[in-house]
């Protein structure tokens, strides 16, 4: 199984301050067409997981600009530029070149100061 | 408006089984590959199952194969997760998820207790 391993696994960030989220895989997460298979989620707390950025670049629709993402082979990032009291929650990397299974990081929780 | 609801979670004790549900609207189940995914009490994301958008493949983690079956039921538009010999690690808040290249919608989850 392809290990996530996310750091730090807690953020406490004042608003307007940039937020950063590292993701390594086990493996390489490139796949034979080029892509690269790791998304990035964020889980608001009593909601469920809503997708953010997908093959470690691409925003989903809606997803504001102050989120990007970065990386290649297995090492991954997640910024936020500028952090907003509606960015709290955990965010997940995810990587899905492997099925089964695919797999899940642990984990960051990011919370406002 | 892609939608996803699920249903069918419940108390239930140890070796009993439980179908869960999960209604999708607003696209069609047989045109994309659906998952399984859950949350066990404040703890991380799981992925548990997954079936293909042609219906030919189906995807388990190692602690439910042999347990748990994923199906879809194209006239209705709702996939299923059928959990036979439930144990108290299956404990979890389960989501339905659609895959579109990745994993790009969940719903709002169905919560199952396996308890004696």
């Known amino acids: 199984d392809i290990v996530m391993t996310q750091t730090p696994l807690s953020l406490s960030v004042t608003p307007g301050q940039p937020a950063s989220i590292s993701c390594k895989s086990s493996?390489?997460?490139?796949?034979?067409?080029?892509?690269?298979?790791l998304h990035w989620y964020l889980q608001k707390p009593g909601q469920s997981p809503q997708l953010l950025i997908f093959?470690?670049?691409n925003r989903f629709s809606g997803v504001p600009d102050r989120f990007s993402g970065s990386g290649s082979g297995t090492d991954f990032t997640l910024k936020i530029s500028r952090v907003e009291a509606e960015d709290v929650g955990v965010y997940y990397c995810m990587q899905s070149i492997q099925l089964p299974p695919i797999t899940f990081g642990q984990g960051t929780r990011l919370e406002i100061k | 408006q892609v939608k996803l609801v699920e249903s069918g979670g419940g108390v239930v004790q140890p070796g009993r089984s439980l179908r869960l549900s999960c209604a999708a609207s607003g696209f069609t189940v047989s045109s994309y590959s659906m998952h399984w995914v859950r949350q066990a009490p404040d703890k991380g994301l799981e992925w548990v199952a997954a079936?293909?958008?042609?219906?030919?493949?189906?995807y388990y983690i190692d602690s439910v194969q042999g347990r748990f079956t994923v199906s879809r039921d194209n006239s209705k538009n709702t996939l299923y997760l059928q959990m036979n010999s439930l144990r108290a690690e299956d404990t979890a808040l389960y989501y339905c998820?659609?895959?579109?290249?990745?994993?790009?919608?969940w719903g709002q989850g169905t919560r199952v207790t396996v308890s004696s």
């Open positions: 998820a659609r895959e579109y290249e990745e994993i790009d919608y």
């Open positions: 493996q390489s997460l490139l796949n034979s067409n080029g892509k690269t298979c």
């Open positions: 093959e470690v670049s």
């Open positions: 079936i293909s958008y042609d219906g030919r493949n189906k």
